[in-house]
């Protein structure tokens, strides 16, 4: 008898424990939760963290993150109200707010993200609709500075005046969807193009465009080194010839100068004497002798011939 009562108050133990335990749940800093019942939300949102009850096996707890969460959308190709058609992708922060209509509408934030696709996708869709492409691009109208030998003419539109800018543009998408959003139990925080570009049959002729027009300023300054090299080798040139003359002139005037001094040696060394005079006549007339000259040659000459003088003073004549 007592060991029958021992193991009934050992089982009431132990299912009350088991009831204890699974009745009791811990709610984080970053978590929200829902109680449910039988699959209906009974209560209000437990936001603050601690330790909370709930009755075990009938009723359930739904956790919710309450940090910020992110939508990572797909590119979409989407025509601009000038008719150019870019890919466009965006992405977008968002948190719940109100996590029971939350959970009475989307359920968990699988169905949030499936929900968020459809608004922002078709908010971004209108908004791009109804502005141009430099619209889009641009944000500020601050001083465009173009490359050196690039016009301004083109698919770039870079010096139109822009009214609205991307960042209006990401702005009014979310002033767009935010009514929509907050209906679901979701706060849109912020929207953000990713990244925009043009679709690739568009892409192909802006790329050779660019090629093109780089080609042409490439030819313009080899045509213009070109240029500067003739120049810079017809001024060598011209300095070439012009220290070349100039060293000539020099050279000549040294040479002059060096002549003139040694003609006035000789005039001096003539003028001194006869007798010196007459040797240097001799020794300039045997010189003259020597290199005039040779075995095979044959010489008229008259007999009075000064020429002839020294040979003839020789022969005893």
Same mark, same amino acid.
């Given at each position: 008898m007592?060991?029958?009562?021992?193991?009934? #108050?050992?089982?009431?133990?132990? +299912?009350? !424990?088991? *009831?204890?335990? /699974? &009745? *009791?749940? #811990?709610?984080? $800093?970053t978590e929200q939760?829902?109680?449910?019942?039988?699959? @209906?939300? #009974?209560?209000?949102?437990?936001?603050?963290? %601690?330790?909370?009850?709930?009755?075990p096996i009938i009723q359930e707890a739904n956790f919710f993150d309450k940090r910020f969460l992110e939508w990572d959308g797909d590119p979409n190709q989407i025509p601009t109200k000038d008719k150019r058609f870019i890919w466009v992708d965006t992405y977008a922060r968002w948190r719940i707010k109100n996590p029971l209509l939350f959970f009475q509408r989307v359920r968990n934030e699988r169905g949030a993200q499936s929900r968020l696709d459809?608004? +922002?996708d078709g908010e971004t869709r209108n908004a791009i609709a109804k502005h141009v492409l430099v $619209?889009? #691009?641009?944000?500020?109208?601050?001083?465009? @500075? &173009? /490359?050196?030998? !690039?016009?301004?003419e083109g698919e770039g539109n870079s010096l139109v005046r822009i009214k609205y800018g991307r960042e209006k543009i990401a702005r009014s998408i979310v002033n767009a969807a935010s009514p929509?959003?907050? $209906? =679901? %139990?979701?706060?849109? !925080?912020?929207l953000?193009? @990713?990244?925009?570009?043009?679709?690739?049959?568009?892409?192909?002729?802006?790329? $050779?465009?660019?090629?093109?027009?780089r080609k042409r300023i490439a030819d313009k300054f080899?045509?213009?080194?070109? %240029?500067?090299?003739?120049?810079? =080798?017809?001024n060598k040139e011209r300095e070439l010839k012009k220290i070349q003359s100039e060293a000539y002139k020099t050279a000549q005037e040294i040479m002059g100068k060096a002549d003139a001094k040694a003609t006035a040696i000789y005039a001096k060394a003539y003028n001194q004497n006869q007798q010196s005079r007459d040797f240097y006549v001799f020794l300039k007339t045997l010189d003259t002798y020597k290199t005039t000259l040779s075995e095979k040659d044959w010489l008229i000459l008259s007999t009075k /011939?000064?020429?002839?003088?020294? +040979?003839r003073t020789q022969s005893g004549k």
């Amino acid at each position: 008898m007592k060991k029958t009562k021992y193991v009934v #108050i050992v089982t009431i133990a132990v +299912l009350a !424990l088991i *009831a204890v335990a /699974s &009745s *009791a749940f #811990i709610v984080n $800093e970053t978590e929200q939760v829902i109680i449910t019942q039988f699959g @209906k939300p #009974i209560g209000k949102p437990i936001v603050t963290p %601690g330790i909370h009850f709930k009755i075990p096996i009938i009723q359930e707890a739904n956790f919710f993150d309450k940090r910020f969460l992110e939508w990572d959308g797909d590119p979409n190709q989407i025509p601009t109200k000038d008719k150019r058609f870019i890919w466009v992708d965006t992405y977008a922060r968002w948190r719940i707010k109100n996590p029971l209509l939350f959970f009475q509408r989307v359920r968990n934030e699988r169905g949030a993200q499936s929900r968020l696709d459809d608004i +922002l996708d078709g908010e971004t869709r209108n908004a791009i609709a109804k502005h141009v492409l430099v $619209e889009i #691009i641009r944000s500020t109208n601050r001083e465009y @500075k &173009s /490359s050196e030998g !690039l016009s301004n003419e083109g698919e770039g539109n870079s010096l139109v005046r822009i009214k609205y800018g991307r960042e209006k543009i990401a702005r009014s998408i979310v002033n767009a969807a935010s009514p929509r959003t907050l $209906e =679901l %139990g979701i706060e849109l !925080l912020d929207l953000r193009f @990713k990244r925009i570009n043009y679709v690739e049959e568009v892409q192909k002729k802006i790329f $050779e465009r660019m090629i093109t027009e780089r080609k042409r300023i490439a030819d313009k300054f080899r045509s213009e080194g070109q %240029g500067e090299a003739s120049k810079i =080798l017809g001024n060598k040139e011209r300095e070439l010839k012009k220290i070349q003359s100039e060293a000539y002139k020099t050279a000549q005037e040294i040479m002059g100068k060096a002549d003139a001094k040694a003609t006035a040696i000789y005039a001096k060394a003539y003028n001194q004497n006869q007798q010196s005079r007459d040797f240097y006549v001799f020794l300039k007339t045997l010189d003259t002798y020597k290199t005039t000259l040779s075995e095979k040659d044959w010489l008229i000459l008259s007999t009075k /011939s000064d020429f002839f003088r020294y +040979l003839r003073t020789q022969s005893g004549k």
